[in-house]
Structure formats: structure tokens, C-alpha cells
């Protein structure tokens, strides 16, 4: 068994290697081998990667991809896409250009609030915080100034702040919940640093309030950070045509269009199958963030609990045909940067950027929405018609013969065998056996 170590972050990262493999790698020289073959040769680069976080080893690459054809708003954009899994590029391609011939994607931002919590502690009477608070907000306010100097400038900034009596959901419970208009910043670093700003000011100020001390009882501050739920940030993009425009290769337009709109019903109603549905739109919508630079967890924090936000879990996306035209839609909450974070640092985030044509963060919202609309479309339109497996298993039949470590000429008998014939593991594995005899 390891030993444990101190002072591990500041060995060097070859002493880092070393101690790893050393003590869970059986000082195997194939492991230190694979760690270093992911350094990149470029050492500014490399010092980059190792700066993001502590005690970086190697780099962790993941396909950097691009969906072309994509119409939004009357421009077409090539979406920067990163993700390992081998039917998601290929699947908002195809929906991409299915959009292309009818009419192309619309989008709108429906909001762009952002919001953070001071969450208090108070076990006095209500009435004492309520006038605490009337006499400190504006003090809080002045005592942010230097912080949103530059924000405001831009049209941003602390938008509101308020007392919220939470003690029905927990005893002794309030919270200052504040709002925020961030720009083009994701804004998780500037509302953090106003909201721990005015929690100090708070808290110093409660000290010297005169009713608390005559009742000898005072608010606490339990903790201060941004909210992932942000509701009010939302933005929502939307497909929409003729009924008998639907008609396809495989099925008819009336037949499509009722099936797809039963199987969003489905996903409305039942939470097994939402979650999948859901999951499938974030193999989009991550995509985009990653390929962006922004936060992943934080996105998928917000949205799942929007699709929550009712009580059940249920679709992110919505479809329905009136009069003889099929709408289909989604509306998220997304918090996005197109600059501060990895946006002007990591060399490909930036690159995804001028892909993108430089956006600022609404069109990029706008983008986001999109990709997590087609990649839906996509999985229902195969869900419904041919069933989800045959693109799939296509996609992913390079990784069944790198696993069966193919060579060059085995491959690409492979590649023409599986065109007429339905791929499986197993169907793979012997048709490279029966080459290979
Ligand atoms: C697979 O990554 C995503 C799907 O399961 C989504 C869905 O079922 O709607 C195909």
C-alpha cells in the first residue's frame, strides 16, 4: 500500500511522476512512457496546461471537432464541437443540414440575470433583520463600488439585492439574494468577489447595529457564492416547417412528425426516458462548452435543475404540430463567457472563437441552445424511424477495430464490409478474425 505524501505539490513534475509511479504504478516504465508522450513539444503551451491546475501530470486530449451547415438566425456557423463520443459530431451534421433546407434554426436570449446568495443565519426576531437590513443595503452597495467600477462602465453590475425570509424551508434561515448583469462574462469571479465583499461589510455592520446588541442576538453569515441556477439567463431556440417538408428517405412527413411529437410527449412524462432524452441534448450543449472553454459542470448544474423545476424531472425540449406546421423547441438557462476564464488562454478555446466568428455571449447562448436542439432532433428522428444503433454502431466501429488494434488494410476492408452489413462488437470481432486466418 502507498505511503501517504506532504508537500506533494511542490515536487517538480518529474518528481510527481516518479513518486506516482513508484507507489500505484509498479514503476512501470510504459505508464511514465504514455504520461509523457501527451506533453506537447511546444514547452509555452505546455507550461500553459500545467498552470490551469495543481499537479498536473500530462495533458487528457478529447476529439476537437466541427458540425458545419448550421443556419441561425439567417447565419451560418460552423460549430466548434469537443466530445469522445462517435456519433455526436455526426449527428448535429446531419440535423444541420436537414435544418439548412427548411428555414434553418431561430434563436432568442430571454434573459440575461445572473444571481448569487449571501446565506444568513438569524434566530432573533424578524422585524430586527428587516430594519438591518433597510440601514445596510446601501452601505453594501457603496462598499462594492471599486469591485463593479469597470462592470458598470459596461452597462453591468449588481442589479438588485434583497432579504428572503427562508426560515419555512429552515429554521433561522435568510438569505440576501442579489442579481447581477454580467456581459460577456460568465461573471462567476466578479460576483463572488461583490458577494464575499458585502457579506465582510455585513457582518461588520451587524456588530455595531444597536437592536441586535439590545437583544443580544446577530445575523451570521454562513456562506456567499454565485447561484448555477440561473433561470433568468435563459435563452431559447426553435425548428419549425410544413408538416409534409418532414418527409424523408424513411418515413413520411405526417408519420414523423406524429411519432417525434409522441416521443417528446414521452419524455414530458415520464422520467426515465426524460433523463436519457435530456442526457442526448448535453452530448450538444457540452460539446460547445468544452470546445469553449466554459463550465461544463456548472451548465449542466443549472439546466438539469431547470428541467426539475416543476417538481418532476422532465423534457428540456418541446414539439407540437398546429395547423399543419411542426414546431419544435427548447428553452435553457445557460451562463456563458466569451471572455475572462480559458477564453483567452487556452490556444484552441480561441480558435473555437474565430470559428464562431467571434460571439459575444447572447449569440454564443444562442449557438449553445441550438446545438443541444439539433443533437435531439437527431437521436428522436433515429429513435423513431431507423432506430438509434445503426448510425451509432457505425460511428463506432473505427473504435471497435483501434480496440482490436486494426491495421490500415484491415480497416478499411472493414469499412466496406460493415456499408451493407449491420455493425456489432461481436459481428467486428469476427469479421477481423476470419481476415486474420
Ligand atoms: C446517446 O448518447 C443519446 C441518446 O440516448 C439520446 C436519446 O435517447 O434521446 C441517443
Request: proline share 3%; hydrophobic share 45%.
Amino acid at each position: 500500500m502507498a505511503n501517504p505524501v506532504s508537500g506533494f505539490s511542490k515536487k517538480s513534475k518529474e518528481e510527481k511522476i516518479t513518486w506516482l509511479a513508484e507507489n500505484y504504478l509498479a514503476n512501470s516504465p510504459n505508464a511514465v512512457a504514455t504520461l509523457k508522450k501527451y506533453w506537447n513539444p511546444d514547452e509555452k503551451i505546455q507550461q500553459l496546461h500545467d498552470d490551469f491546475i495543481e499537479n498536473t501530470l500530462s495533458n487528457y486530449y478529447l476529439p476537437f471537432g466541427i458540425a458545419p451547415n448550421f443556419l441561425i438566425n439567417g447565419h451560418l456557423y460552423a460549430i466548434p464541437m469537443v466530445i469522445e463520443e462517435s456519433s455526436v459530431v455526426a449527428a448535429a451534421s446531419n440535423a444541420a443540414k436537414f435544418w439548412l433546407k427548411r428555414g434553418g434554426f431561430k434563436a432568442e436570449v430571454l434573459g440575461t440575470e445572473k444571481n448569487g446568495q449571501i446565506h444568513l443565519n438569524f434566530f432573533g426576531k424578524k422585524e430586527l433583520l428587516t430594519h438591518f437590513f433597510a440601514e445596510v443595503k446601501p452601505k453594501l452597495i457603496a462598499g462594492i463600488a471599486s469591485l463593479q467600477k469597470k462592470m458598470q462602465e459596461r452597462g453591468g453590475g449588481l442589479k438588485s439585492i434583497a432579504l428572503i425570509d427562508a426560515t419555512e424551508k429552515l429554521e433561522g434561515y435568510y438569505q440576501l439574494h442579489a442579481t447581477f448583469e454580467t456581459l460577456d462574462a460568465m461573471g462567476a469571479n466578479f460576483i463572488n468577489s461583490c458577494l464575499e465583499a458585502m457579506a465582510h461589510i455585513f457582518e461588520a455592520e451587524a456588530v455595531r447595529f444597536k437592536p441586535f446588541k439590545d437583544h443580544n442576538t446577530y445575523p451570521e453569515v454562513v456562506l456567499s457564492i454565485l447561484s448555477n441556477y440561473v433561470p433568468n439567463c435563459r435563452v431559447k431556440a426553435k425548428v419549425s416547417c410544413r408538416v409534409e417538408d418532414l418527409t424523408d428517405k424513411h418515413t413520411d412527413g405526417t408519420t414523423f412528425a406524429t411519432k417525434f411529437v409522441r416521443a417528446v410527449a414521452i419524455a414530458k412524462a415520464e422520467r426515465h426516458r426524460a433523463v436519457t432524452h435530456n442526457k442526448g441534448i448535453m452530448n450538444g450543449i457540452d460539446a460547445v462548452i468544452l470546445a469553449t472553454g466554459n463550465d461544463f459542470r456548472a451548465v449542466e448544474a443549472g439546466i438539469h435543475a431547470y428541467a426539475a423545476k416543476n417538481g418532476d424531472y422532465t423534457s428540456l425540449t418541446h414539439a407540437k404540430v398546429e395547423n399543419g406546421i411542426f414546431t419544435f423547441w427548447i428553452e435553457i438557462p445557460l451562463a456563458l463567457g466569451t471572455v475572462g476564464g480559458l477564453t483567452t488562454l487556452h490556444p484552441l478555446v480561441k480558435l473555437a472563437f474565430e470559428i464562431l466568428q467571434k460571439p459575444d455571449a447572447k449569440q454564443l447562448m444562442q449557438v449553445v441552445a441550438v446545438a443541444g436542439l439539433a443533437q435531439n432532433f437527431a437521436a428522436i428522428r433515429s429513435l423513431v424511424t431507423t432506430g438509434i444503433q445503426k448510425g451509432h454502431m457505425k460511428m463506432h466501429l473505427m473504435n471497435i477495430l483501434n480496440q482490436l488494434e486494426a491495421s490500415e488494410g484491415e480497416k478499411e476492408k472493414a469499412v466496406s464490409y460493415f456499408k451493407e452489413n449491420t455493425v456489432s462488437h461481436s459481428a467486428v470481432v469476427s469479421f477481423v478474425e476470419t481476415l486474420r486466418t
